[in-house]
T-cell receptor, first 110, second 111 residues
Framework: EDKVVQSPLSLVVHEGDTVTLNCSYEVTNFRSLLWYKQEKKAPTFLFMLTSSGIEKKSGRLSSILDKKELFSILNITATQTGDSAVYLCRLNFGNEKLTFGTGTRLTIIP | DVKVTQSSRYLVKRTGEKVFLECVQDMDHENMFWYRQDPGLGLRLIYFSYDVKMKEKGDIPEGYSVSREKKERFSLILESASTNQTSMYLC??????????FGQGTRLTVV
């Protein structure tokens, strides 16, 4: 069974802090790794990573993939209360497989 | 002004019919999404697309397919409509981080 583990499971920080969320996996035959933010409704797509070592950045969020060490991180700087959500990573195998990570629940305290 | 336009507001189709729901956005967004919304179940992602001709299955893709031939247009297809596909369908587009802009919704009834 393909395994995608996110850590930490839950994280509570103060507004303004920087957080790093981790997504580790055990398989290598995937096309891309995707990050999502899920609030009360459906997940919102954040990043798609296909190449190792190339950072993707959007505002206060950034993400990078390390195919050698089999993990990806999602970084959020200067956190705001609106960043509170569940963050999910997912492997895309290019077929019907949907392999989501366990998720990290991030809570930002004002 | 940001605009996501869905082709129909209300639609009634018969069981077994092929149904096309069209969505057009004028913001040059790369990401487009199709959701369905049902009472008590919230918004559920059916499919999304992060580039032309690219598509990803969401949480409930069964019974649906999608087409993204041009950046501005994302179509949801019900190959053979069934009564359990009666729902409100919402299209959204997004530049990635700043949330999604939703269309006005299509209420589909399959009889």
């Amino acid at each position: 069974e393909d395994k995608v583990v996110q850590s930490p499971l839950s994280l509570v920080v103060h507004e303004g802090d920087t957080v790093t969320l981790n997504c580790s996996y055990e398989v290598t035959n995937f096309r891309s790794l995707l990050w999502y933010k899920q609030e009360k409704k459906a997940p919102t797509f954040l990043f798609m990573l296909t190449s190792s070592g190339i950072e993707k950045k959007s505002g206060r969020l950034s993400s990078i993939l390390d195919k050698k060490e089999l993990f990806s991180i999602l970084n959020i700087t200067a956190t705001q209360t609106g960043d509170s959500a569940v963050y999910l990573c997912r492997l895309n195998f290019g077929n019907e497989k949907l392999t989501f990570g366990t998720g990290t629940r991030l809570t930002i305290i004002p | 002004d940001v605009k996501v336009t869905q082709s129909s507001r209300y639609l009634v189709k018969r069981t077994g019919e092929k149904v096309f729901l069209e969505c057009v956005q004028d913001m040059d967004h790369e990401n487009m999404f199709w959701y369905r919304q049902d009472p008590g179940l919230g918004l559920r992602l059916i499919y999304f697309s992060y580039d032309v001709k690219m598509k990803e299955k969401g949480d409930i893709p069964e019974g649906y397919s999608v087409s993204r031939e041009k950046k501005e247009r994302f179509s949801l297809i019900l190959e053979s409509a069934s009564t359990n596909q009666t729902s409100m369908y919402l299209c959204a587009s997004s530049p990635g981080i700043r949330g999604a802009f939703f269309g006005q919704g299509t209420r589909l009834t399959v009889v």
